[in-house]
């Protein structure tokens, strides 16, 4: 450390040459340190065709430098017994340039835990890269670069990686432990490799039991290291703000896997049924998905719908596409005209689900294994909490002027502001 110190000061970088162990007690006792530039390297043309293409590495420009420091263990002291200083090439003296030498690359060992901390909350190399740079007063006096902190990160992940369902269940025995009402389920193959996993936490399902009036539910790729798509309950609590009911984790989205997770949702919640589910169909047609959103923005009434269903048949001369008859059979279940006498005015699309979604990509990154993705659903549920708590203590705590005064308006604004799906005075709010 001490002469890796000396040469950064300097200007060269140091590698470790030949050492000597003691036959006294087997420790070594010789060390010879050397400049990085020490020996001289090989001619390219001599040299014979790797086999297979390799990475294209830049090779250091080696001088034969005669620069060294050797050193012998004498008791419990070290001692320098021989030193050469001259170099045979120059010496880099920009100070932001010293740092990309060999051995004054890496991360301090007193900065790798706040590395570590800000990995945790998914920030990338580049953003951890601007922090440190306002630490140090600029980029330039970084003693790495962002290559360094993304390799560090992936070496994080790789130490989790061989045991990362075993940190997951872990994990979910400690919720279960502190919250006895946390609930857990997974599914494995034929190759006893889990395609399927279930959470939900206390809390969620106690709002649910509030709560159940509509949920919505889509599923979202690229969230971790498996492809395994994410698929998320959402509701809407009495501030219309967006919650998270439940999460689950699909290998393959076929029928079978939906209905366990169906099944395990009913299970978590008791029962207990929504009164309302909105989900995408996937009919694997364009056309057809383009239909539905056309079809759930419009306000037609059943009889238009009925008639455009058939002009568009046979516009396009579709009537013995599958997909199409399949959808048809179903509109019950997607066209407003057909289920308008039910409300749930704040949720009606998918659009809460996907607008989740956005919000879970600026937590989780492809490269995330399932524990660090739970550890950061963990932190986006804490923030719909303290969202929650922040506008529950505006209800009760403050209150807003109307536009006038009459009566009425205060009636009405009491509960609308709270999103109570009741009727004023005998007013329905679907009229």
């Given amino acids: 450390m001490h002469y890796n110190k000396y040469a950064k000061m300097v200007g060269f970088s140091i590698k470790c040459s030949t ?21 001289k390297n090989a001619d390219i043309n001599e040299l014979e065709a790797p086999p297979v293409r390799q ?65 945790k909350v998914n920030l990338s190399a580049g953003r951890v890269m601007r922090i440190m740079g306002e630490v140090y007063g600029g980029l330039a006096n ?15 992940d790789e130490e989790h990686a061989h045991k990362d369902m075993s940190m997951l269940l872990a994990h979910f025995a400690r919720m279960k ?3 006895p009402n946390f609930y857990f389920n997974l599914h494995t193959d034929h190759a006893d ?20 009036d509509c949920l919505s539910f889509d599923t979202t790729y690229i969230t971790n290291m ?18 998270q009911l439940g999460c689950g984790f699909l290998k393959n989205e076929n029928i079978e896997s939906f209905e366990w997770l169906f099944k395990e949702f009913l299970e978590a919640m008791g029962g207990v049924q929504p009164d309302n589910f909105i ?44 997909n199409l008859s399949d959808l048809y059979k179903i509109r019950a279940t997607f ?52 969202a929650e708590d922040s506008v529950e203590f505006k209800d009760e705590d403050k209150t807003v002027r109307v536009w006038g005064d009459y009566p009425f308006g205060r009636a009405s604004f009491d509960r609308c502001i709270r999103c109570q799906y009741t009727s004023v005075s005998g007013l329905s709010f679907g009229k």
């Avoid at 120059?90 to 010293?98: M, Q």
């Avoid at 498996?226 to 919650?243: D, L, V």
């Avoid at 659009?351 to 492809?366: I, Q, T, W």
């Fill in 177 to 179: 432990k502190e919250d």
């Fill in 193 to 212: 490799k889990v395609d399927r996993i279930f959470w939900v936490d206390g809390p969620a399902i106690a709002a649910y039991k509030n709560y159940s």
């Fill in 335 to 386: 066209v407003p005209a057909y289920f308008k006498d039910r409300f749930f005015p704040f949720l009606q699309t998918t659009a809460r689900s996907e607008g989740f979604n956005a919000v879970l990509k600026s937590y989780v990154d492809p490269h995330n294994n399932l524990h660090h993705f739970f550890e950061q659903y963990l932190k986006l549920q804490e923030k719909i909490d303290v």
């Fill in 19 to 39: 050492s000597k162990n003691s036959t006294l007690d087997g420790q070594k006792d010789k060390q010879l340190f050397v400049c990085s530039k020490s020996g």
């Fill in 226 to 243: 498996y492809n395994m798509p994410f698929a998320p309950f959402i509701g809407i609590n009495r501030y219309c703000q967006t919650i």
């Fill in 55 to 119: 990475r294209n590495r830049s090779i250091t420009k080696k001088t034969e430098c005669k620069a060294r420091l050797r050193i012998k263990r004498r008791g419990k002291k070290w001692h320098v017994t021989y030193f050469i200083e001259e170099h045979n090439h120059k010496l880099i003296k920009k100070f932001s340039l010293k740092k990309y030498l060999r051995s004054h690359k890496g991360i301090p060992k007193e900065e790798k835990d706040f590395v570590k901390l800000l990995h």
């Fill in 279 to 322: 989900t995408r169909p996937r009919c694997g047609n364009e056309m057809c998905n383009s239909l539905i959103i056309t079809t759930l923005l419009s306000t037609m009434s059943i009889e238009e719908f009925e008639s455009r269903w058939a002009e568009m048949i046979f516009k396009h001369d579709v009537a013995d596409n599958t």
């Fill in 142 to 156: 970084v003693p790495y670069d962002s290559k360094d902190v993304s390799n560090y990160m992936a070496k994080i």
